[in-house]
């Protein structure tokens, strides 16, 4: 029997909400995404509050609310406790997007679903990998290995692979082939015949022109506008998608020769672009190459400010422009008030780059034909003011006073339940046990508490008042006093909350503006009011989703052709299109379950651990291939002591094998080559030729679905010449012969 292996939908299936799935191995229970919309509903988090309790690892694979957005909240309100996974990037960007969704909230609503303390929380228990790292998983896990590899899409996306007993469950969703101009394409197709690939039909009925042609139409509808005096919104993720968007206007700023300005408007700009810098190696080798050979930085930015306020975008010159502003969905954040402003003018352009997420505003907006009016709801934070203020005040000092007699009454029925001659009688000693914070500046890390009291209000047990006298009653050695290391050791939350009353935390991950907002502890409300919104400006949808269209995925899912194919997040339509697809052209299981419906994956392989005996051992001999060493064996299956399989030595002569030829032969490689070697070669009606005479094709069995993915054979046709056997011979030394 092969490793056991069920799926559990908790969202996004035949649907476009956030990602989230419980996939257990051997009862191992791993949640891949743990995502969130920018309505940040709690009922669709339902499922997972159900299960977030016997969640033993989380896997992420993309920096976007989509796919991390329910992290702090499943932490802080669902019970979810296991460790979490992810690249650098993930991580960091993650971060950022989190913290620029909550202070965009913060600043129109009282959002009170988590807090900044919250998402630090959430992301300090991240373990972040490198790509085609393994991680060896324990205890519960023992046997697991995870490891995320290149998903292209945004920087930092991963596909998981899950690998346990030699069999690999494949999570790929929002995968991404091509190349752009700061990713590399994914290496999915590199896994051949895994037993489980979960992937999503997201973009199953899509299909896309190629990138320099798009590239090239996204910066002319944006020059169109500027010239006709209009301005141009661009709603974008925090971190995501908007860096492609960066370099191609980037680009075209140059070859156009433009001086209109650009702008990057978030909460957190800054400090995304400056990780963005450090981050060099995950991107495209175009970018890495330029790098290593000029030092020229492609996140240097000549054409793009960078902006953390709308105040700075409005003080900017009159003239036209472009802005780049969060949120995407135009729910929240500066490209919500920056559509309200510039909708009714004729001559602007809001350009939509990705499709909006169900019943946001952007959404409605891409609808076809567009509305001409629209209802939207303009919130902003105010300080209060005359009455209000006092009222305020007045409700803070009955709390403090309050809080103040609770404490004083504690502390009275503490020392008179301990007796007057006890240390507590003194009446400038707090209880231990006391609520009131310790003062921060003792260097023991709270050995001894002094209490300030407004007035001093001695207890009935107290004889007189008098300063606190501590006896020093340190141990002493033949070197002076003992000192114990841990009273002089910073801890981190410390160090954390410190940094955080400085103006931002000790990574620097929050502008200075945005961390003084956050910290602005002036009493304030927020005044909100609906409007009508008439559309006057043009509504434009370009594709720069960067993901794999349907007729790439389609491919693509037919080269990998996984042993069971598990299909998720997508509408009803493109989730059953491709369902359809896959049955008659990848394989016989294709799964679409719905939410929490749970499946079982298990693969039909039978699968047995065995012991190799030393005496086998001693007389093998392996060959290098790749990271792996192989070598043929001629043994017999037996038992040791201890009733574990175990191979032995045969007791007769192995009779012959036909030679095996191991490897996986490019023809693109095999042609540069046979090139460096002096022979003229080149493609022609799909085969290679090679000289005058010998031609080389890859033949696939037609009995196997999946394409290139069944067994494969190369023919060399030709003359038996010298030429012949030369090709031979040098299309042998590709493979390993055992």
């Not at 800054?270 to 981050?279: A, E, L």
């Not at 602007?348 to 629209?374: C, H, I, W, Y």
């Not at 196997?704 to 023919?715: D, E, P, R």
């Amino acid at each position: 029997m092969g490793t056991s292996v069920q799926v559990t939908p908790l969202c996004g299936v035949y649907n476009e909400n956030p990602l989230s799935y419980l996939v257990s191995v051997d009862d191992f229970n791993f949640l891949i995404d743990c995502g969130w919309n920018d309505h940040f509903d709690p009922a669709l988090l339902q499922p997972l509050s159900r299960v977030a309790s016997t969640i033993d690892a989380v896997l992420i694979s993309h920096p976007d609310t989509l796919h991390l957005g329910a992290l702090p909240y499943a932490m802080k309100q669902l019970g979810l406790s296991a460790p979490v996974f992810s690249t650098e990037p993930v991580y960091r960007l993650g971060l950022l997007t989190m913290y620029d969704q909550f202070i965009a909230r913060k600043q129109v609503s009282e959002f009170d679903l988590f807090t900044l303390d919250d998402i630090d929380s959430a992301f300090q228990v991240v373990t972040r990998l490198t790509y085609s790292q393994n991680h060896h998983l324990s205890g519960k896990g023992e046997g697991i290995v995870i490891a995320p590899h290149v998903a292209g899409h945004l920087l930092g996306g991963t596909l998981w692979k899950i690998t346990k007993d030699g069999e690999d469950v494949i999570y790929a969703v929002d995968f991404n082939h091509r190349k752009e101009r700061h990713l590399n394409g994914t290496i999915l197709e590199s896994f051949v015949r895994p037993a489980v690939l979960i992937t999503d039909a997201y973009n199953a009925l899509n299909n896309q022109p190629y990138r320099r042609q798009k590239d090239k139409e996204f910066g002319d509808t944006i020059q169109k506008t500027l010239r006709a005096n209009g301005n141009v919104l661009l709603p974008v993720d925090t971190a995501g998608r908007v860096l492609e968007l960066i370099q191609i206007l980037e680009w075209y700023w140059e070859e156009e020769s433009l001086n209109y300005p650009i702008f990057f408007l978030t909460y957190v700009a800054s400090s995304t672009i400056d990780y963005i810098k450090s981050f060099l190696e995950w991107m495209s080798d175009t970018i890495a190459k330029s790098f290593e050979h000029t030092r020229n930085n492609a996140f240097l930015l000549k054409h793009v400010t960078l902006l953390i306020n709308k105040s700075e975008l409005d003080n900017a010159p009159d003239g036209p422009k472009v802005v780049l502003a969060s949120m995407a969905s135009l729910e929240a954040g500066y490209s919500h008030d920056i559509f309200v402003d510039w909708a009714m003018d004729a001559k602007n352009l809001v350009l939509f780059s990705e499709r909006g997420q169900f019943g946001t505003l952007a959404r409605m907006l891409q609808a076809d034909p567009p509305p001409k009016a629209v209802k939207v709801t303009v919130s902003k934070r105010v300080p209060l003011t005359g009455d209000e203020l006092i009222a305020y005040e007045e409700e803070q000092n009955r709390k403090k006073e309050e809080a103040l007699k609770a404490s004083l009454l504690k502390e009275e029925q503490s020392k008179a339940s301990h007796g007057a001659d006890n240390d507590t009688g003194d009446p400038m000693i707090i209880d231990a046990s006391s609520n009131v914070a310790p003062d921060v500046g003792s260097s023991h890390g709270g050995a001894y508490r002094d209490i300030l009291i407004d007035g001093f209000v001695p207890p009935s047990t107290g004889v007189a008042p008098m300063f606190p006298f501590y006896e020093n009653t340190s141990a002493w050695d033949d070197f002076g006093e003992v000192i114990n290391p841990d009273d002089y050791v910073i801890k981190d939350e410390d160090m954390d909350q410190a940094a955080m009353h400085a103006g931002g935390d000790v990574d620097g991950k929050l502008d200075e503006t945005a961390a003084n907002l956050i910290l602005d502890m002036k009493p304030s409300k927020v005044v909100s009011n609906e409007l009508t919104v008439q559309v006057k400006c043009s509504l434009h949808y370009m594709d720069f989703e960067g993901r794999s269209d349907g007729r790439s995925i389609k491919s693509i899912l037919s080269h990998v052709a996984p042993l069971k194919l598990v299909l998720v997040h997508g509408t009803a339509e493109a989730t059953e299109h491709l369902k359809q697809h896959c049955l008659k052209n990848v394989c016989p299981h294709v799964y679409a379950p719905q939410i929490e419906e749970t499946i079982d994956v298990t693969s039909d392989l039978c699968a047995y651990k065995v012991q190799l005996s030393e005496k086998l051992m001693s007389n093998v001999l392996f060959k290098k291939l790749g990271d792996y060493e192989i070598t043929w064996l001629d043994a017999e299956v037996g038992k040791t002591e201890n009733g574990t399989l175990s191979l032995l030595p045969l007791s007769k002569a192995p009779a012959p094998h036909k030679s095996v030829l191991v490897g996986d032969l490019k023809m693109a490689d095999f042609k540069q080559f046979l090139a460096s070697k002096g022979i003229q070669v080149e493609f022609a009606g799909g085969a290679l030729r090679c000289g005058e005479y010998v031609t080389l094709r890859k033949v696939t069995d037609a009995s196997q679905k999946g394409g290139g993915s069944g067994t494969q054979q190369v023919v060399i046709e030709g003359p038996l010449c010298e030429d012949y056997y030369k090709i031979r011979e040098l299309l042998y030394s590709q493979f390993y012969l055992l």
